[in-house]
């Protein structure tokens, strides 16, 4: 069996280590296979790989070299090494530093209340929410104090004598509030008015913060006041009783007291929470500030150690997958010298650009004039720090928050050494700029930053085909005009091609001259290639692997929550049965009345029963020791054993067990009537018992009946927004990665995007307007776009 550290982190080391993706792991098997691998990475095979249990070697998939990762542990099957045990005891240390951390989360989350993913984690599982006249509890609450505990706490009801912690900071407050002061425990922050409405308001109950306070203040009273009569003189305390007993502070929250109900709901929802802690760094960067690392601390740890996707790592596992360059650019360099540095970017160039993202148009506003779109990627990213602060001033976050993933998936691509041949390149040449936009997709997908790509990926297409500064239009200024038939140009080497290269210079020239930058004269001629991706599958297969296995998350997250709405339903139906059991044919209400009569009834049987017959046999005992004192038959009553027997039996009267039946020997006449007495009682202490079975099977069945009600209601609330999820999951959780590589080929149909058609119906209208008349068009735009256009698989 497993505690709840060990569980949790061999959950996430394998959680991780099974994203890593199918390329990566080949490479990393062939590692451990030839020994190549790191210190760090044997540690990961060795925990993280299954092994033969006869051989003790690692398991094949059979037919291949590749190994068998382990799989994600299920603590609740008792065959799983990381089975968290049937009494609960684990289950409750996890429960509980959840519902710690989403406790703390809720007091303090103005703090982040800018974090829409936090929000919304912390409000579907914390607290409760009313739909029409129904309020339903989340799985977590608030821990409240035990019945006891507030009558300790007070106020104390009107007129009742009962000592309470407000009663008597209260009662002494002209020395008391001082004291507090000098030691410490009250400060601008927290005054005696904020303790004393606060505890009036039973906001302990709600705040972690203010029972945290009011907790220090409590142990200040028990260790140094209660016990030191110097320092009760001090504060003018004329009664110790005064003083509230503070010792047992530690039982005055029970937390251990979670319903099984919510217990088993926990057990069904533990991987969606763990998980979302996992794929979310928005949510993770909140929660672990209040957990105090119990959940993070595993989370962080493996997620450090485990560093096979950084490339600046020596553990990065790099995938198994040769260059990215296609067999043309590895055969010649002509390819980048023309098409793409030359005639590919002439056919596409563009004016005034119309955005698609307004985080796009914002932040190419803000690109400095002068920049070279010689100076590449490189150029752009030296200037991604003073653009961020630009936005900032001009209170765009947004936009802001869209730069700064920018430069932050960019940097890493260009630190990456597989891709640096590609980086180089990739405003240059087509095939090198498809290779790092697919990086940028996958990377993308991984983070759920979709909004943040599309502005990344139209920024790369502004980059591309901007005019004003780009190779092209530095080659228009040449006063000879000779833009393609340069004789320095590596193309230009025959006869024959430079035959070609001056006639498009004349035609190219006439174009210019005559309609300025709407030049079709080559675009009419030239496929656009290299840089629209027309299917997942490509020569290395990585982009493809990557897709399917987005998709099959996608299926498994799907899956999960149809595991979770059939597990629901089952304890609804569960639940149910537990309801129509107690009630036994009447209404909810009527048998929460009737269970309730019922124990108060039993109750005072009880509590009658005890307090008059230990009263009436103390007096029975003390009269008959009166009595053979009073007679000088003293002798045999007095015998130690029989008055230690007769203590012990008075004792037991109030419990459940009885003790031995005294036998009395003297001889005085009332001492056969104090036997009757002890005979008596014996025979009604059967009933005592009886009654308090009969009272703790009806305070069970209403506690039954009364978290059934509530776990029926929220559980039907769960179920239908689970079966509404569940029906729209299609519609709700497109392709994001399909999404993605349509968007960058919209942007890519230059033809249709950059100039020409998309240009004509908008050529009337001043710049200005032409974009707000643009925004309007948008989403049609791009729905038109992705129904008539599919990606291969």
């Known amino acids: 069996m497993a505690n709840m550290k060990d569980f949790l982190t061999a959950y996430y080391n394998r959680l991780i280590f099974r994203e890593m993706s199918h390329e990566q792991f080949v490479q990393f098997c062939g590692y451990i296979k030839d020994k190549k691998a790191t210190d760090n990475q ?3 095979a060795e925990e993280l790989l299954k092994k033969d249990p006869v051989t003790g070697e690692f398991e094949t998939v059979p037919g291949t070299n590749i190994y068998v990762k382990k799989e994600i542990p299920d603590p609740q099957d008792p065959a799983d090494e990381l089975y968290l045990g ?3 005891k684990e289950w409750k240390k996890l429960f509980k530093a959840f519902q710690t951390a989403f406790q703390s989360m809720d007091g303090a989350k103005n703090s982040f209340k800018y974090n829409d993913k936090a929000n919304k984690f912390l409000e579907k599982y914390f607290g409760s929410h009313t739909t029409g006249t129904t309020t ?4 977590f609450q608030y821990t409240k104090a035990t019945p006891a505990a507030r009558a300790k706490i007070g106020p104390a009801p009107a007129g009742a004598a009962t000592v309470t912690l407000h009663g008597f900071l209260t009662k002494y407050r002209n020395r008391l509030e001082l004291q507090l002061k000098n030691w410490g425990v009250l400060n601008d922050d927290f005054s005696y008015d904020d303790l ?6 039973e906001k302990y109950n709600k705040n972690p913060k203010f029972r945290k306070q009011m907790e220090h203040v409590a142990q200040v009273i028990d260790g140094y006041i209660a016990g030191d009569t110097t320092m009760q003189a001090r504060l003018g305390i004329s009664n110790p009783n005064d003083i509230p007993d503070c010792g047992d502070l530690a039982q005055w929250f029970d937390d251990d007291n979670i319903p099984t109900f919510r217990l088993q709901q926990f057990k069904n929802e533990y991987p969606i929470l763990l998980n979302t802690l996992r794929k979310e760094s928005k949510v993770r960067e909140v929660f672990e500030q209040y957990d105090e690392g119990k959940i993070s601390g595993p989370l962080n740890k493996a997620l450090a150690n485990q560093s096979y996707d950084n490339p600046n790592s020596d553990d990065y596992v790099q995938p198994k997958r040769e260059d990215t360059l296609t067999i043309p650019e590895r055969l010649s360099e002509w390819w980048g010298d023309t098409y793409s540095d030359c005639l590919e970017k002439y056919i596409k160039l563009s004016g005034d650009r119309l955005y698609f993202s307004p985080q796009a148009k914002a932040i190419a506003g803000k ?4 920049l070279k779109k010689t100076d590449g990627l490189d150029g752009v990213l030296k200037h991604t720090g003073s653009i961020r602060s630009k936005l900032k001033e001009a209170r765009d976050f947004e936009s802001a928050k869209h730069v700064e993933w920018f430069e932050k998936t960019l940097t890493a691509l260009k630190n990456d050494k597989k891709l640096s ?11 090198h700029m498809q290779a790092l936009v697919k990086e940028i997709m996958i990377r993308a997908i991984k983070e759920g930053k979709v909004k943040e790509a599309k502005t990344a990926l139209e920024l790369i297409s502004v980059l591309h085909y901007g005019y004003t500064t780009s190779k092209v239009m530095d080659t228009l200024a040449k006063t000879d005009f000779t833009v393609f038939s340069d004789k320095s140009l590596s193309f230009n080497k025959t006869d024959g091609v430079k035959f070609v290269t001056n006639a498009l210079d004349k035609g190219i020239k006439t174009a210019f001259m005559g309609i300025g930058y709407g030049i079709t004269i ?15 599958s490509d020569k290395n297969g990585n982009f493809k692997s990557e897709h399917d296995q987005y998709l099959q998350q996608q299926q498994n997250d799907k899956q999960s929550l149809q595991n979770l709405l059939t597990s629901e339903r089952a304890q609804r139906t569960n639940t149910e049965a537990t309801i129509n059991t107690i009630t036994a044919g009447r209404t909810v209400a009527q048998t929460q009345t009737d269970l309730t009569n019922d124990i108060g009834n039993l109750e005072t049987i009880i509590n009658n029963f005890c307090a008059t017959e230990i009263q009436t046999l103390e007096q029975a005992i003390n009269q008959t020791v009166y009595n053979v004192n009073a007679t000088g038959t003293w002798a045999p009553i007095a015998n130690n054993a029989e008055l230690t027997a007769l203590d012990a039996f008075l004792n037991s009267i109030s419990g459940d067990t009885l003790a031995a039946m005294p036998t009395l020997t003297g001889t005085d006449p009332s001492i056969p009537a104090l036997q009757n007495h002890l005979n008596t009682i014996a025979a009604q202490h059967a009933n005592l018992v009886t009654n308090r079975g009969q009272l703790a099977n009806k305070q069970q069945s209403l506690d039954d009946l009364i978290n059934g009600t509530e776990l029926l209601t929220q559980l039907t609330a769960q179920i239908t927004e689970h079966e509404n999820e569940v029906n729209n999951w299609d519609a709700n959780h497109i392709d994001e990665l399909e999404e993605l590589v ?5 942007l890519e149909t230059g033809r249709n995007t950059h100039m020409g058609p998309m240009y004509n119906w908008l050529r009337n209208l001043k710049k200005k307007n032409a974009q707000k008349r643009f925004n309007q068009e948008i989403p049609n735009i791009i729905s038109a776009y992705n129904q008539s256009h599919t990606i291969a698989a």
């Open 196 to 201: 004393l409405s606060g505890i009036a308001s």
């Open 742 to 746: 349509k968007y960058w080929n919209m």
């Open 421 to 431: 041949k590609v980086w180089a390149g990739a405003l240059k040449n087509g095939t």
């Open 136 to 139: 339903v509890q989340h799985l």
């Open 42 to 44: 044997k540690i990961w």
């Open 522 to 536: 080559i675009g009419n001629a030239i496929k656009l290639s290299g840089r629209k991706i027309n299917k997942f």
């Open 367 to 370: 690109l400095p004039k002068d």
């Open 86 to 88: 049937a009494d609960d």
